[in-house]
């Protein structure tokens, strides 16, 4: 019945989907570039590492080869070792220094010297040693240190050399070459002065060290080259770094290998817990805003509902307003439409709930209001539509049949849940209710509904309130007649087509009639007599009454004129009471026609008094002032209010006729019609009894103490011809008992 809540926020959702994803690509790119840029720089960290220690490697052996360069190179510089050597060769010397050079620090594995023509001096030979092979060996640094070979050769590696012998050295040369089917360091000096000449041709001497386990450990423990080796056959494990030394022609003299530093993954290793840090901690930002976010979406989902909750309710009763009913009902009639169960609109309106808003106060009203729609919801099903139209203006959608009996059942329910007694403001209130009721067809219109259901409603408030009326084709036919009478209406005031009749007020005797009471009458040309219950109605409604009420004034204070000794009654509708300009137009006729004021009754009823009273009772001085009297017509049938009888200066209370009609039968209306009479003497104002037709309520009323009778008895409302008639006859004096004579 209220708003649906099944319209649950699709924003959470969305607003998730739509941040979760974008977020989750920003940090995921994030996360990748920082691991690229780490991994990047650790890998260009190891390539420079491993750059440096080949540097390292190859100077460290270039290194190692001078140093047993320099190791030769001091035997020459020994006491005439040149002459020893070269000039004159003492082969005795050259064993005894040789064989020590050999066992110094440097352990060379050989050590060669070769006259000027690479001739082998010493030794004669090494045992293991095939002559032609050793001869072939030693060719490469022989060739390198005399200038005359190749700078390169496939099988050696020039490490250094000094071919020219300058004043600071002589000729020599280191390589990197396979000595005896190994890989060996091999340095070779001339043994001559220092020139040119002597150099090519001079006798040399050749060390020879082996690269072993030891010249490794050496240089691995300078270099700080981990686990360096030779790699003599097969593949190096995948860590490794392989270094190849190679000859010309790009072939291969030796391979080295050894376990690189690896910078790249100490950086890793060193940036990797910060990363995992900070990828944990975007983790935590990311729950943390989703969280947030999610929170943030809930409270604007549920904002968006309460806001449109507001906009399909009413503040006052919760119930839905006249939007969400409108949506409803075009809802209903596609289900309708769609061959679903036929179902019918309940135009429901409050009888006297403004009375209850003017005189009880609009705190009360809403009170009421919100009691209203309770017991409206509770009558009704849970799959029912409950709405407030708006004032006092209810509704209800519902399936159901479509047969009379069914619709008035539950408008009957309606009604008698309605009209129950409320307890508010510790007072006991009552208010009616009048139910339209429009079933909806399968080629209805929402607007034909509405229009329809209240027709229906204005019917049943027309025929009595407190009832329900079903919409039938006949009440179109109404509405264009009401329409129709309207217009004529209209004409028929600005035509002079209405007439005025008078009904004689008389003594509680019967006997003197002491004024009239003036009653609009129109004769419809096509429709014959219209009773003023239906027209005045209908001229209230749409705003003719000002002119029709001013047409009665002129006409029957000009007809009074004949009549000096009697006094007039006028009857007022509310709607002209309650215009400011009321008094001075009531001044002005009669100051126009010279009526004198004080023959002049003005009856109101009680609604008149409902509403704007200040304006209402500033006229009714105003009058009083000019000396007009004041009537409270109809008397019983409306609150009845002791206050307003005390508040406002009214002169005549006017019995309704329905009381007086029931004195027979009721003692109830009898004891009332007694107590009436005896308010209104008490508060100095005359009474009149009205409808009066038999003897029997003649006496009761004269008995009661009534100050005058109206009534069929005493005479039918009458032109002025006939009133003046009477008068001239003077026939109301002639008997005690007046028998009615139209
Ligand atoms: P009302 O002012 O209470 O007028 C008295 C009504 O009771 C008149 O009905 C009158 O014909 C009727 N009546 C009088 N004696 C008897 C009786 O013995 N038995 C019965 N059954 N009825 C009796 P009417 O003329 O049909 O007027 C009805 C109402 O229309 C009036 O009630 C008055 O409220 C309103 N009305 C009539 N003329 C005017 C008018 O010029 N201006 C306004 N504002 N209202 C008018
Ligand atoms: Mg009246
Ligand atoms: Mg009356």
């Known amino acids: 019945m209220y708003l649906d809540g099944s319209r649950d926020a699709p924003g959470t959702e969305r607003v998730r989907s739509s941040l979760v994803l974008p977020i989750g690509i920003i940090v995921a790119v994030a996360f990748v570039c920082v691991i690229v840029a780490a991994v990047g720089s650790a890998r260009r960290a190891d390539e420079v590492a491993i750059k440096q220690e080949r540097q390292l490697f190859v100077t460290g052996v270039r290194n190692h080869a001078d140093r047993i360069l320099r190791e030769v190179k001091s035997i020459i510089t020994l006491d005439h070792a040149v002459e020893r050597i070269a000039a004159n060769p003492d082969l005795q010397w050259i064993a005894a220094r040789v064989d020590g050079l050999r066992a110094t620090f440097f352990h060379y594995d050989f050590v060669f010297v070769v006259d000027g023509d690479d001739r082998l001096l010493f030794p004669s030979g090494y045992p293991g040693l095939d002559p032609i092979a050793l001869r072939f060996n030693l060719a490469s640094a022989l060739e390198v240190l005399r200038g005359a070979g190749r700078r390169s050769s496939a099988s050696f590696h020039v490490l250094s050399a000094a071919v020219h012998a300058t004043a600071k050295g002589r000729a020599q040369a280191t390589l990197l070459q396979i000595f005896a089917g190994r890989p060996a360091l091999v340095a070779a000096v001339a043994i001559a002065q220092d020139t040119d000449a002597a150099a090519r041709e001079a006798p040399a001497i050749i060390a020879v060290r082996f690269i072993d386990d030891e010249v490794l450990a050496d240089l691995a423990s300078r270099l700080q080259l981990h686990n360096l080796r030779l790699l003599t056959g097969g593949q190096a494990p995948e860590n ?72 399909m309710h009413d503040p006052l009763c919760g119930l839905p307003n006249r939007i969400y009913f409108s949506e409803r009902l075009e809802r209903m009639i596609r289900e309708v439409q769609n061959g679903g169960a036929t179902a019918a609109v309940f135009y429901i309106d409050l009888d006297h709930f403004k009375d209850v808003n003017d005189i009880l106060g609009h705190p009360v009203g809403d009170e009421l209001i919100g009691a ?40 009957d329910r309606i009604i008698s849940a309605l009209c129950t007694p409320y307890a508010l403001a510790d007072q006991s209130i009552i208010i009616g209710a009048s139910v339209g009721i429009a079933a909806i067809g399968p080629h209805a219109a929402a607007a034909d509904v509405m229009r329809h259901a209240d027709m229906a409603l204005y019917r049943a408030k027309n025929e009595g309130r407190n009832r329900a009326c079903i919409y039938d084709a006949a009440m179109d036919a109404d509405l264009v007649q009401r329409k129709l009478l309207q217009d004529d209406l209209r004409q028929a005031i600005a035509d002079d087509g209405l007439r005025v009749e008078y009904q004689p007020v008389v003594s509680p005797s019967g006997t003197k009639m002491t004024g009239v009471e003036a009653l609009a009458r129109w004769l419809h040309p096509v429709h014959g007599e219209i009773p003023p219950a239906e027209f005045i109605p209908i001229a209230e409604h749409c705003g003719l009454i000002i002119d ?83 009537a409270l017509d109809d008397f019983g049938t409306g609150y009845s209010s002791l206050q307003y009888l005390r508040r406002f200066p009214f002169d005549r209370l006017k019995i309704d006729h329905s009381f007086v009609r029931s004195i027979e039968n009721a003692t109830e209306a009898a004891a009332i019609v007694h107590a009436v009479v005896s308010l209104g003497r008490g508060l100095g104002m005359k009474v009149t009894a009205e409808g009066v037709e038999t003897a029997e309520q003649q006496l009761f009323l004269r008995a009661a103490g009534v100050h005058s009778m109206q009534g069929y008895r005493f005479g039918r409302p009458t032109l002025a011809d006939a009133i003046t008639e009477r008068i001239a006859s003077r026939h109301d004096l002639a008997s005690e008992v007046y028998i009615a004579a139209g």
Request: charged fraction near 20%.
């Open 372 to 411: 209203v729609a309770m017991r409206l919801s509770r009558v009704m099903r849970e799959s029912d539509v409950v709405a407030r139209l708006g004032g006092d203006e209810f509704a209800v959608i519902r399936t159901i049949a479509s047969g009379a009996a069914t619709l008035q059942g539950v408008a």
């Open 548 to 630: 029709l009420g001013a047409w009665v004034l002129r006409r029957a204070l000009t007809d009074g004129m004949a009549w000096p000794g009697l006094t007039v009654a006028v009857n007022v509708s509310p709607m002209q009471f309650r215009r400011a300009d009321f008094a001075e137009v009531i001044e002005r006729t009669l100051a126009e026609i010279g009526f004198d004021p004080a023959r002049l009754e003005l009856e109101v009823t009680e609604s008149t008094l409902i509403g704007s009273v200040d304006n209402a009772e500033a006229a009714m001085l105003r009058l009083k002032a000019l000396g007009v009297t004041l």
């Open 240 to 311: 490794d770094y392989v270094y190849e030394i190679a000859g010309g022609e790009g072939r291969t003299i030796s391979r080295f290998a050894w376990t690189p530093q690896k910078p790249g993954a100490r950086i890793v290793a060193s940036v990797f817990p910060f990363i995992t840090i900070a990828f944990f901690g975007f983790l935590l930002l990311a729950a943390f805003v989703l969280r947030h976010m999610r929170g943030t979406a809930r409270t604007i989902a549920s904002t968006e509902k309460r806001l449109r909750h507001l906009a």
